[in-house]
């Protein structure tokens, strides 16, 4: 019998399940656990079928092929964790195992759902997001999401390693930008001056960039360290925001003043290579708002 195949009539009664991948050379701490995922049908079985690099999650197809290459070529193993659940219940036991076993220690890359919301967090962490004030952005700065490699009780300086880059982003921009707050989980954890933006010298498919710098000066930290800029964070894990002194802070919205609205995602998107809000589509938008905001000035 093969272990990993699951029978049409094992599906029909299993609904939505919650699985665990496994390396089985591994023992001993989270007992070879290499990837949690969420599901129904083959969605457990189906990892092992396609693991070819140029397609998604190549850090666990990696890890999969890796296991076949290895001594007597063995099989990852795939264990159902907890099935007969709803989408929603299944969605919450992934996150909370993620959370539990640590990302870092995963071929996961995304933490769970709501895990940014709810998940995971010391005593001293719950304090800080629900007492956390709302940022208020005095400077020019980048914030940059660091929930995949943030780790309870880092130090400024590890922080620093983790938040440098290397960044998708376009050095030109960046070298207009000073300050980088460094965001776990909505909240800044730590912010830098920048010294000095650079290329990366690894060889990407397109260049990345990373920067140099050290802990900013009290005055900046006292500004925005464990400040809550949740309103500001999105899929893409970098986000510029500017100050302007006539118009505080220039985030480019509608009138709608809603913060996920998709005519504000679209004109606010600084990523020039974006590929969920085109060139196109931002020049448009942006051309129209503008023209809304000339007429609205002159009554």
Not at 17 to 32: A, E
């Amino acid at each position: 019998m093969d272990e990993n195949r699951l029978s049409q009539a094992t599906i029909e009664k299993l609904g939505y399940y919650v699985y665990l991948l496994i390396d089985p050379r591994k023992s001993g701490k989270n007992n070879g656990v290499f990837y949690v995922g969420k599901g129904n049908k083959k969605r457990a079985p189906s990892h092992l079928k396609d693991t070819d690099f140029e397609k998604e999650e190549y850090a666990k197809n990696e890890r999969i092929n890796e296991i076949r290459r290895s001594i007597g070529n063995p099989e990852p193993k795939i264990d159902i964790l907890r099935h007969g659940l709803t989408s929603d219940e299944a969605f919450k036991v992934e996150s909370a195992v993620i959370d539990y076993i640590g990302i870092e220690n995963l071929t996961n890359e995304v933490l769970g759902h709501d895990s940014t919301d709810r998940g995971r967090m010391s005593l001293d962490e719950v304090e800080i997001k629900y007492q956390a004030k709302k940022a208020e952005f005095l400077d020019d700065l980048l914030l940059i999401n660091i929930n995949k490699t943030f780790r309870r009780g880092m130090s400024s300086a590890e922080i620093l390693k983790v938040t440098k880059g290397d960044w998708r982003i376009i050095k030109e921009r960046a070298n207009n930008f000073k300050i980088v707050c460094a965001v776990f989980r909505g909240i800044v954890r730590e912010v830098f001056e920048v010294e000095e933006w650079a290329i990366s010298p690894k060889d990407y498919k397109k260049p990345r960039i990373f920067f140099e710098g050290k802990v900013a000066n009290k005055s900046l930290r006292e500004k925005y360290l464990y400040r809550d800029v949740s309103d500001f964070q999105s899929q893409i894990p970098t986000r510029y925001i500017k100050f302007d002194k006539q118009k505080k802070v220039i985030d480019m919205k509608c009138l709608c003043g809603d913060s996920q609205c998709a005519k504000c995602l679209t004109v606010n998107c600084e990523d020039d290579n974006c590929t969920v809000h085109t060139m196109e589509n931002k020049t448009k938008r942006r051309n129209y708002f503008e023209i809304k905001r000339k007429d609205s000035t002159k009554r």
